[in-house]
């Protein structure tokens, strides 16, 4: 089945420390996007990606970083400049960048500091 | 900066009621619009869109929108919804010339049997 998966699905983290989302999607799509999700604050726009091995920042990228090395795999790495980490994370992908003519999401990282 | 306003946090109404939930955006310039809809235990997926023409659109299960610019609204509406409707349902704003998609807040739509 074609699709967007996401690992794990539950993760911890610890103070000071680095955790690394996985996202990867065999819809042979060009773009992918990470979204933060907080209740009663909809989705906010962390990272995305019109294309291999480009990426820019979206409305809350600060303590984030990410990486596109191949077309399927979109990996988001929350620092441990992140203050404020607990969330809801999605991962999505269109099949053009820029266009969001149907975003297709995975089924999220829930992530929470212990 | 854009932003998306759902006014309605929470909905509950009974099996073969009426289902409109509000939207508005910022933005003055050529948008397009979104609806999204998570089913519980399901993946967040798209129920309608509006990029040009006719300002009432229909999407999947029964689901319309309608786009007034005058009102910077997309509301969207169902004219008796059923059980299997509950769900929590997101609008979403792209200005036409620009590659962020902005959501708004969501509304949790409880359907009573």
């Known amino acids: 089945d074609g699709g967007i998966t996401q690992s794990p699905k539950y993760l911890f983290r610890k103070e000071g420390q680095n955790v690394t989302l996985s996202c990867e999607q065999n819809?042979?799509?060009?773009?992918m996007y990470w979204y933060r999700q907080d209740p009663g604050q909809g989705l906010r726009l962390i990272y995305y990606?019109?294309?291999?091995?480009?990426?820019q920042k979206g409305d809350i990228a600060e303590g984030y970083s990410v990486s596109r090395e191949k077309k399927e795999s979109f990996p988001l790495t929350v620092t441990s400049a992140q203050k404020n980490p607990t969330a809801f994370y999605l991962c999505?992908?269109?099949?053009?960048?820029?266009?969001?003519?149907?975003?297709?999401f995975g089924s999220g990282t829930q992530l929470s500091v212990l | 900066a854009q932003s998306v306003s759902q006014h309605n946090h929470h909905v509950i109404l009974s099996e073969a009621a009426s289902l409109e939930l509000g939207c508005n955006y910022s933005?003055?310039?050529?948008?397009?619009l979104f609806w999204y809809v998570q089913y519980p235990g399901q993946h967040l997926q798209l129920l309608l869109k509006?990029?040009?023409?006719?300002?009432l659109v229909k999407g999947i299960k029964g689901f319309e929108a309608e786009f007034i610019k005058s009102k910077f609204s997309f509301n969207l509406r169902k004219p008796s919804v059923q059980w299997s409707d509950t769900a929590e349902y997101f609008c979403?704003?792209?200005?036409?010339?620009?590659?962020?998609?902005?959501f708004g807040g969501g509304t949790r739509v409880l359907v009573k049997p």
């Open positions: 819809l042979n799509h060009d773009a």
């Open positions: 933005y003055g310039g050529t948008v397009n």
């Open positions: 979403a704003v792209k200005k036409a010339a620009g590659n962020k998609l902005t």
């Open positions: 999505a992908s269109n099949l053009r960048g820029g266009t969001y003519e149907k975003l297709f």
């Open positions: 990606s019109q294309i291999v091995n480009d990426f």
């Open positions: 509006y990029f040009s023409g006719d300002p």
